[in-house]
């Protein structure tokens, strides 16, 4: 029954700042592997920021120690704070999240929230 909704996203000049957030529909993300994606027009979806435990996160290498990833387990909610953006950035960026306490691991993906990096 989980479902994600992204927000946050809009229209930034280079070098601004977003943050953007992720709302989960249940009690608790536990058991939950929490991650962002994106996509730009054209191109295929590749991971940005995840959480690889509870206090470990991973990044892809584009992020240049740009983005910071995020919970608010109070909220059930996961951000992703994107300084220094570049135009490179704009794309639809997505919530992902994998329910890891049975397998095959169940994956929920949020509706996408539009991130548009422009003077």
């Known amino acids: 029954q989980l479902q994600l909704v992204e927000s946050g996203g809009g229209l930034v000049q280079p070098g601004g700042s977003l943050r953007l957030s992720c709302a989960a529909s249940i009690a608790t993300l536990d058991y939950y592997a929490i991650g962002w994606f994106r996509q730009a027009p054209g191109k295929e979806r590749e991971g940005v920021a995840a959480f690889t435990s509870s206090s470990s996160t991973n990044y892809a290498a584009f992020v240049k120690g740009r983005f910071t990833i995020s919970r608010d387990n109070a909220k059930n909610t996961v951000y992703l704070q994107m300084n220094g953006l570049e135009p490179d950035d704009t794309a639809v960026y997505y919530c992902?999240?994998?329910?890891?306490?049975?397998?095959?691991?169940?994956?929920?993906w949020g509706q996408g929230t539009l991130v548009t990096v422009s003077s």
């Open positions: 992902n999240a994998k329910y890891l306490l049975n397998f095959p691991y169940r994956e929920v």
